[in-house]
């Protein structure tokens, strides 16, 4: 049977054109049975308080940056959304006098808008580039900071930020979840051309390195949302991304669910195809199911449920 037409985007594939099995399976998932989703290669994670959340995910950058020596440099990956853990990173890197330059660290933004074929510099207001330095690069001790160069983005040569990733150990790719259910800006494709009558396969999809895409409908309203005060106009339809070819490359994919980026229904979805291995370029998220090392990060206020309730 052809698979059905989405109900957010018509030319595009979505989560809405899975079977609705699938769908109404992930609806019953009750916070039981999303722990009893891990299996080994999925682990999955429970915080309590907005505070531990953000602490832990913190953490890990602390993690990665001590694992790094200019014999073996090593760094972190990660994303903007969420972004309330970088002022905490740079508050632990100057509490603990943590000197990223001797260790040689690095870092990866994952992605970057793009306009007119050229990403944004930090002078656009909505620049990742600019967000990560404001929110913590720039808030650490300059004899501790690292070297501009081991900050590496998605803009520019996107062939030498993809070696990058050959170069240096990616300890842990952080990433939150989008309304779409990508991870960085690794969005469902157009329903058009060879797709039109299905998606990629897992196997094409995860060959796509980092690239410019074309924004899904539903990414560019979110954006609008959670960081444009909905100023849609005022959103990019284009951004150059890190690929799924650079997320296999990390020792570990890390994914932070505070449950404002994404609803109920999606963060149940996503955990659901990942635990039972069925990877769908409809839901990009779910290709993690083949990754060996795929942590999830739920706050337990974020999680909600999937129920109607009239406003």
């Known amino acids: 049977m052809p698979r059905p037409i989405s109900k957010l985007a018509p030319a595009w594939w979505d989560y809405t054109t899975l079977e609705p099995e699938l769908l109404a399976d992930a609806a019953r998932i009750d916070e039981k049975k999303l722990k009893g989703l891990a299996r080994p290669g999925f682990t999955i994670h429970f915080y309590d308080t907005l505070q531990e959340f953000y602490a832990a995910e913190a953490l890990e950058y602390i993690d990665a940056w001590r694992q790094s020596t200019p014999d073996n440099p090593a760094g972190i990956c990660g994303p903007i959304g969420p972004t309330e853990q970088l002022p905490i990173v740079a508050q632990m ?12 660290a690095h870092f990866w933004g994952m992605d970057e808008w793009v306009i007119d074929g050229k ?7 909505l620049s990742f580039a600019k967000a990560d ?3 913590c690069f720039d808030r650490i001790d300059k004899s501790l900071r690292i070297p501009e160069k081991n900050l590496h983005f998605p803009s520019g040569d996107l062939e030498a930020y993809s070696k990058s990733y050959d170069d240096i150990r990616c300890v842990v790719m952080q990433g939150g979840q989008g309304e779409i259910k990508h991870w960085a800006f690794n969005d469902p494709l157009p329903r058009t051309g060879k797709y039109k009558d299905a998606p990629p396969t897992p196997a094409e999809y995860r060959k796509l390195g980092t690239r410019v895409v074309k924004l899904h409908p539903v990414t560019i309203t979110q954006n609008a949302r959670t960081s444009g005060g909905g100023n849609v106009a005022l959103v990019p339809t284009e951004a150059a991304t890190v690929g799924p070819r650079e997320t296999w490359k990390a020792e570990k994919v890390s994914i932070w669910h505070p449950g404002h980026h994404d609803n109920p229904f999606g963060l149940r979805l996503s955990a659901l195809m990942i635990s039972k291995r ?10 993690l199911a083949d990754h060996p090392n795929v942590h999830f990060h739920y706050l337990r206020s974020g999680i909600g449920t999937v129920k109607v309730e009239m406003h």
Request: aromatic share 0%.
């Open 93 to 104: 890197v100057n509490a603990l006098g943590i000197n990223l330059k001797k260790h040689d």
């Open 119 to 125: 990403t944004v510099d930090t002078n656009h207001p």
């Open 133 to 135: 330095k404001e929110l």
């Open 278 to 287: 069925l990877p769908d370029s409809s839901v990009p998220m779910s290709l």
